[in-house]
């Protein structure tokens, strides 16, 4: 993988007769999107456009859409989608083409993880204004946008580190979080789109009646501050008190 | 303290009797510029203009500037610019406003320390176009801006935690830090304005000729992995190789 500096594009060229086979068997590629930061040149600093973290992803999304382009037909998820721009990258293109969204980058910005380790991940969380733009999507009952939890179990050494091992634990507690932002802004009516049904679509996973379902109640769970033992888990919003819970039909 | 929404600029009108006489007394006032970010409204958010820790200090420089304004002979300092904003505000003001400058926000940006809790201070470090400017600064002979450490020495069970202590310890090697930034842009010759001469001529701090004087060295020093037992402290770039070393004379 080689960046074109003058397009901004990174050149996946030797990866094209992949692309193409996947777009042929209908395999679906799925992209961590983000150009990763190096450290920027004396010119890059000068013009001001140097790679951060803050916009390694937006630095990603001329090749989002230039891949797109060149193969139409192939399925692509932009993974965990955390600026108000990949939003609108993943709108632009055409149907084959979605994002998913954390349950944290629904609650986190850039302050949530300045000073805390367990709300450190890659791509890290935004500004307010981003945020904002995930809410919409995720609960705009538009279909290209659905739940990819991206939940990164590192046991708590790995996070309380010389270098913080990028990643939130939500697993357990998945669907409460989403729950919650949901309600929030009254739009329960389009969590099951959102957490069940659009990602099953664009996988083209049949449902089945035998699998059961999960319902969402309303009652208060506290989350454990530690999952395992003796170098554990720290879930997020650890020790919080949670508005929702789950029971499995 | 309280924000005044219109203008943007913080109301310190209680404290302006002490100012008054602070100015009357020749007391310099020395400030922390940064509006504590509060989680945003959603008014903020859809105005795009929530404070965060990014933006913290931009939004205090209104601040400054009225202060000046209002006091003109007060002696003021702005601790730590840490953005290209807040050295083109103390550039804005008269000579009775100066700016310090620390050791690690000559090296440091925002990919510094997410993920790396030794670099995480407040100000956070900013962008590498922040850091352009904070090294122009620092070396343009400039005497409205010369080095203030702010060196923090937290023990590394306060920087290894669940909220991680803010501040970076450089004090051991801060010679050492700043010498090796201006030799890299061949600005030695500027090296003791900054670090020994401005701040005296500010405070209006007398040289003795009993004070001794300190020469910087051409010889490889390794910095400490560790300083004290047994929660010790983490040096700024622990366990690299120093360019420079410290005499006293």
Same mark, same amino acid.
């Given at each position: 993988?080689?960046?074109?500096?003058?397009?901004?594009?990174?050149?996946?060229?030797?990866?094209?007769?992949?692309?193409?086979?996947?777009?042929?068997?209908d395999?679906?590629?799925?992209?961590?999107?983000?150009?990763?930061?190096?450290?920027?040149?004396?010119?890059?600093?000068?013009? #001001?456009?140097?790679t951060?973290?803050?916009?390694? &992803?937006?630095?990603f999304?001329p090749?989002l +859409? %230039?891949?797109h382009?060149? /193969?139409?037909?192939?399925?692509?998820?932009?993974?965990?989608?955390?600026?108000?721009?990949?939003?609108?990258?993943?709108?632009?293109?055409?149907?084959?083409?979605?994002?998913?969204?954390?349950?944290?980058h629904?609650?986190?910005?850039?302050d949530?993880?300045?000073?805390?380790?367990f709300?450190?991940?890659?791509p890290?969380?935004?500004?307010?204004?981003?945020?904002?733009a995930?809410?919409?999507?995720?609960?705009?009952?538009n279909?290209?946008?659905?739940?990819?939890s991206?939940?990164?179990?590192?046991?708590?050494?790995?996070?309380?580190?010389?270098?913080?091992?990028?990643?939130?634990f939500? #697993?357990p507690?998945?669907m409460?979080?989403?729950? &919650?932002?949901?309600?929030?802004?009254?739009? +329960? %009516?389009?969590?099951?789109? /959102?957490?069940?049904?659009?990602?099953?679509?664009?996988?083209?996973?049949?449902t089945?009646?035998e699998?059961?379902?999960?319902?969402?109640?309303?009652?208060?769970?506290?989350?454990?501050?530690?999952?395992?033992?003796?170098?554990?888990v720290?879930?997020f919003?650890?020790?919080e008190?949670?508005?929702?819970?789950?029971?499995?039909?």
């Amino acid at each position: 993988m080689t960046t074109n500096s003058d397009s901004g594009v990174l050149s996946y060229e030797q990866y094209y007769p992949v692309f193409k086979a996947m777009e042929e068997h209908d395999l679906i590629l799925n992209l961590h999107g983000e150009v990763p930061p190096a450290p920027p040149t004396d010119q890059d600093i000068a013009k #001001q456009n140097a790679t951060t973290v803050l916009t390694a &992803e937006k630095s990603f999304l001329p090749t989002l +859409l %230039d891949l797109h382009k060149r /193969f139409p037909k192939l399925r692509i998820i932009l993974e965990h989608c955390t600026t108000a721009a990949a939003i609108d990258a993943v709108l632009a293109c055409g149907p084959t083409v979605a994002g998913t969204i954390t349950a944290h980058h629904l609650y986190l910005t850039i302050d949530s993880w300045a000073g805390d380790p367990f709300n450190f991940c890659k791509p890290v969380a935004k500004f307010p204004s981003d945020r904002l733009a995930l809410m919409s999507a995720a609960t705009s009952g538009n279909p290209k946008f659905f739940l990819g939890s991206d939940s990164a179990p590192h046991p708590q050494s790995r996070k309380l580190a010389k270098k913080t091992a990028a990643g939130v634990f939500t #697993q357990p507690y998945v669907m409460q979080y989403v729950t &919650e932002v949901f309600n929030r802004v009254g739009r +329960l %009516d389009r969590l099951a789109g /959102f957490c069940a049904e659009f990602g099953r679509a664009f996988y083209r996973v049949e449902t089945s009646a035998e699998e059961g379902e999960i319902v969402m109640i309303r009652r208060v769970v506290t989350v454990k501050d530690v999952i395992g033992e003796p170098d554990g888990v720290v879930p997020f919003r650890a020790g919080e008190r949670l508005e929702w819970d789950v029971i499995w039909k």
